[in-house]
């Protein structure tokens, strides 16, 4: 079952362009990675299945339910963070975070003790004022709030900015522990690396509209990678003219290009060379996203 | 339910010092009212002195001023302005923090309806202001007794006293529509005391020149003391007219807070 499902989705600020014609399924239980550059439309999204900003036109369900007419209904079992958090600022910690665990069904004392614990972890001090705490603080509490009450589907947009790096690695670990429970994530960035190391699929956005929805593991293998050999004797470049190399780059015993292709093919021409060393490098998401998004149409 | 709570909560303070204010300031100057009938006569031919058009704009009326009732009606009109700004800084304030706090994206993420967010916050605000008025109307019976004459009653006063929490009402529900017609208020005082104050000049200017009609289009001429004193209720219609706005601008409001879109907090 799809958990998000949205359709021809659009979201238009007067003349300005939120999202357009937008067409995205999450499954249950993955986490789904969604990425653009700012103003891409990935907030316009989030916002709009959160019921926080109305659609223009298409449709959206969350959990089979349509986001128009039950949004409490959907939002009792999703957990949000926005990328910029905002509390108010004359409550202590741990008053707001128990406010916010007072709109769900979930748990109370279980709830509690998820606070609690949630705290220990990213080593938050529950009894200061939000106007006391610093920015990535803050984060911490509206990491805490977005968990505590176990939901089904986690939505973090930009997420991480703000924490740093060790807190970032306990944070995406509780996640990948969250999905492990069961909860379905979806995982809105501009960083790719994040995305890389956390989702099981991307859909990457541009100008409003979803170019590309693929596995990040088959996003990785159908890359092009990079070779750089170092032979034993010289190098002679016609060995290399193979279907699906490019970029060639011969200097003395070094050479190295690019192959895009089966990788069988590769490995049978690098069979009869005398090898010194070998380095195969995989394209990271950045270079995949730049080769999506300079090619605008994602086929 | 928790909406509610925490909206008591955070207006807890300055609910209690508008209470005490208010109060207070009404004991200060009842406490004057001795000094002005000592003798009465003396105090007539000074009043009588001044313009009729500043006696009016003061809200003189020398046919009652000399009663506890009258005098506490003089006093009633400064009361009733103070307590407009209190209700109408509460309606428009607790009605656009969450987007002047930018927690709109915090409160409206969570199960909850936005009528039902709407409720919870005007539910309060009410409650912070009869909690006003209790004091306020407890205080004036007060001195009522310990002031007593015989012309004096205590269901006039109650009812004269009433006349402040139904203005409330109505800068509360004024102060509701403006919060979600004006977008990102940054500062909640700028835009209630122009309001405010709009209203009573329109008041003051009708005293002036002496137009009754401008009762039926300030607030502060809906329930006129001198009135309530003479006739011993309500004018039926200004009620109406206060109770008929605020419907309307309560409604208006539950409309466009439902519709409106919540503006990203970046």
Known sequence: MDVIETKQLTKSYGAARGIVDLDMSVRDGEIYGFIGPNGAGKSTTIRTLLGLIHPTSGTATVFGKDITTSGPEIRQQVGYLPSEVFYYDDMRAIDLLRYSASFYAADRSATEARIRELADMFDLDLTKKIDDLSYGNKKKVGIIQGLAHQPRLIILDEPTGGLDPLIQQQFFHRLREENARGATILFSSHILGEVQRLCDRVAIIKEGTIIKVEEIRTLLENQTKRFTLELAGPADPSRFVVDGVSDLAVSNHTVSFLFRGRINDVTSMLAGLDLVDLLVEEPDLEEIFLHYYQRGDGR | ?266
């Open chain 2, 1 to 266: 339910m928790n909406v509610f709570l925490r909206e008591l909560r955070a207006y807890r303070r300055s609910t209690i010092t508008w209470a005490v204010a208010l109060s207070g300031i009404l004991m200060l100057f009842m406490a004057l009212y001795p000094t002005f009938t000592t003798d009465v006569a003396v105090t007539r031919r000074l009043l009588e002195q001044f313009p009729e058009v500043v006696r009016n704009a003061l809200d003189i009326s020398l046919s009652t001023f000399f009663s506890v009732n009258g005098f506490f009606g003089y006093l009633l009109n400064f009361a009733i302005l103070a307590g407009a700004i209190q209700a109408m800084n509460l309606g428009t304030g607790i009605i656009a923090k969450e987007t002047t706090g930018r927690t709109a994206d915090f409160l409206l993420s969570k199960p909850i309806t936005r009528s039902t967010v709407v409720t919870a916050k005007l539910a309060a605000a009410v409650v912070l202001l009869v909690v006003t008025n209790v004091v306020f109307a407890a205080g004036a019976v007060l001195l009522a007794t310990l002031l007593s004459e015989e012309e004096s009653s205590a269901g006039t006063l109650l009812l004269m006293a009433s006349t402040l929490l139904l203005v409330q009402l109505f800068f509360l529900a004024l102060g509701a529509l403006v919060a979600v017609i004006v977008p990102r208020i940054k500062s909640v005082v700028a835009v209630t005391l122009p309001t405010v104050f709009a209203f009573y000049i329109v008041g003051m200017v009708g005293d002036v020149v002496a137009n009754e009609d401008v009762r039926f289009l300030t607030p502060f001429k809906f329930f006129e003391p001198e009135r309530i004193i003479t006739d011993g209720r309500l004018d039926g219609a200004t009620l109406a007219i206060d109770a008929a706005f605020v419907a309307l601008a309560v409604g208006l409001s539950y409309l466009m807070y439902v519709r409106e879109d919540v503006r990203a907090s970046t």
